[in-house]
């Protein structure tokens, strides 16, 4: 077995976890290959095509790649992307409200729905940015939004509600101090963030994140189209910014503190699962990337 047939069945084992079939196109961009190897689109497609060992191991239907014996996955992406399509148009109604929040610098989906692998059951997940140090009154507002509208999560009721999970300030757009030994999930997360409002910083978010090109060196940055994002309010935002910059970012913070679940703050700033920092707040103390890693370590192991 050669380097790039060990490749491409690391990539598609991968995304075998999420139920996740992959083209031509995706599978080359996904590629895990080290910085310094050149493979193109053309090197990718003769290996699915001439090489014995991956006709053996691997199938092909409607132009979707996976691992033989899975081809149920092919049908299944498809039903999750009319279901991301759904979704999408729901998540941008409401960003279109929360792109008016002082302060915010983008909002972006991340997650299942950034690849347009949506349950029927699934929350949206979001990815917001900031102005510099202003993380804690964003996310006063925003979360208090969603609240009075009973958009955000909770037991009973996930379908369809936004979850802004993850906040970061415009000077701390790099992630890389956020992984874990060997962390594949964050490589794909970072890869597939959706700016659906982005205040010219999209840009920055993903020369900030250039540490991906060490493992995934033909990734292409997401191009949104229209119909997927909303406006910017250049002119309209800062005006009404400027009256928002008299309240000081500790008042946010106090009251935000003060309501904070015990297990939360118990977990703060122990390692890269919940974060909570003048510049960035991030709150997933269900984190499941060790999980997906054994996961993915074991599908290799089974396939390779």
Known sequence: MNNLEKSILATISYFDIFDYPLTLMEIWKWLMVEQDEKVNISQVQTALDDSELLKNKLAVKNGFYFIKGRQEIVKMRMDRY???EQKFVKAKRIIKILR????VKMVAVCNTLAFNNSRPEADIDLFIITS????????????GFLKIFDLRPRLGKTRDTLCPSFFTDEDNLDLQKLRIDNDIYLLYW??????????GVYEEFIQANSWLKEKIPNWLCVKPTARRQVKQLDWLKKLYSVFFMLFPERIFK???????????KKMANQDSRVIIQDYML????NDRREFFLKRWEQRKTEII
């Open 82 to 84: 009319r279901i991301a």
């Open 100 to 103: 008016l929040v002082p302060f």
């Open 132 to 143: 510099r140090r202003r993380v804690w009154q964003v996310r006063w507002w925003v979360t």
């Open 190 to 199: 970072v890869s597939q963030v959706f700016p659906v409002y982005d205040d």
């Open 254 to 264: 106090k009251q935000q503190m003060r309501i904070m679940p015990a297990n939360l």
């Open 282 to 285: 991030k709150f997933h103390d």
